[in-house]
């Protein structure tokens, strides 16, 4: 393989690997880091010295005319997002601008991208394809999980933490009772 | 082979085996103590090895590395494709988002309704 084809996967991995760390849990404090890997990701793979061979070729092409809506709609539903009355209250101006782009995104894609009727069965394969990956994973995990030796019960709460919580509860409750 | 049967193989294997790649790349990037990632990337590198398997001896090439890499371009294509419909069905929840008016509290009427309440 052609060190330009490599740096095509690879841009692409470091990609994914940056935009999976903007998540919950115990890894949460890498989520800082998500959006520059995700963007040092974009950058070795679309910004290259020489051509890389084919496929790789097309795989740049086709994700640099994918973003011509994918960025507006990307922006569009971020900003609706944050606009629209999730919590009962509108934030109209980025409502609009959200909508606005969302319009953009989809004006993008039918002057860019071919339809085709005959295009239902690839998107339907797919998706087949899509459904059995993050099947076989839901029952590898599954497996992994089953496969796990329990833990012990866990110990009751000391006498430090029981006086800790007991105050948490009396604070919290003492708070609600006020008018 | 007919052409729309082999685009629809192709389809299937490179959004399989890129979903795969996908998944273990999301491993490592949230990798921490409690994970058992060893049964997981295991399943998934299967699935990409058999979607490679399987792309080959569709197209009609040695499944190599070159296959492996077009199975993942076709992926990469498969995928884009779909992104266009997670985007239509996006939309019409954006719309059911924005138009959202909060619904009539049963409680908050009574109590409005109740004489001397302000």
């Not at chain 1, 963007?39 to 020489?50: A, P």
């Not at chain 2, 295991?42 to 058999?50: E, N, R």
């Not at chain 2, 077009?70 to 988002?97: K, N, P």
């Amino acid at each position: 393989m052609s060190p330009w084809a490599a740096q095509v996967w690879l841009g692409m991995a470091i990609a994914v690997i940056g935009i999976s760390m903007h998540r919950t849990g115990p890894a949460f404090r890498r989520h800082l880091f998500g959006a520059p890997v995700a963007l040092l990701g974009l950058t070795v793979m679309l910004f290259r010295v020489e051509e890389p061979p084919q496929p790789e070729l097309e795989v740049v092409a086709a994700a640099i005319e994918a973003a011509m809506w994918l960025l507006p709609a990307l922006a569009g539903s971020t900003l609706v997002l944050m606009g629209a009355p999730l919590y009962w209250r509108t934030r109209l101006l980025p409502l609009l601008v959200g909508w606005a782009l969302i319009v953009v995104a989809w004006y993008q894609y039918y002057s860019t991208m071919s339809v085709v009727l005959s295009d239902t069965i690839r998107w339907v394969s797919a998706l087949l394809g899509a459904v059995l990956a993050f099947a076989v994973f839901a029952l590898c995990v599954r497996t992994a999980e089953r496969m796990t030796p329990q833990e012990p019960e866990t110990e009751g709460l000391s006498e430090k933490e029981r006086k800790y919580v007991e105050s948490v509860l009396r604070r919290h409750l003492e708070v609600a009772d006020e008018p | 082979m007919n052409p729309n049967l082999e685009s629809a193989i192709s389809a299937f294997a490179g959004s399989a085996a890129l979903t795969s790649l996908f998944i273990i790349l999301a491993l490592i990037g949230t990798l921490n103590p409690y994970h058992r990632p060893a049964i997981p990337v295991l399943g998934a590198s299967t699935v990409i090895l058999a979607s490679t398997y399987l792309f080959a001896k569709t197209v009609g090439i040695p499944a190599d590395n070159v296959a492996l890499r077009m199975t993942m371009s076709e992926g990469v294509f498969a995928l884009l494709d779909i992104l266009s419909i997670i985007f239509l069905v996006s939309t019409f929840m954006f719309l059911q988002a924005s138009l959202r008016k909060r619904p009539e509290d049963p409680l908050l009427a009574l109590l409005e309704s109740e004489p001397g309440t302000e």
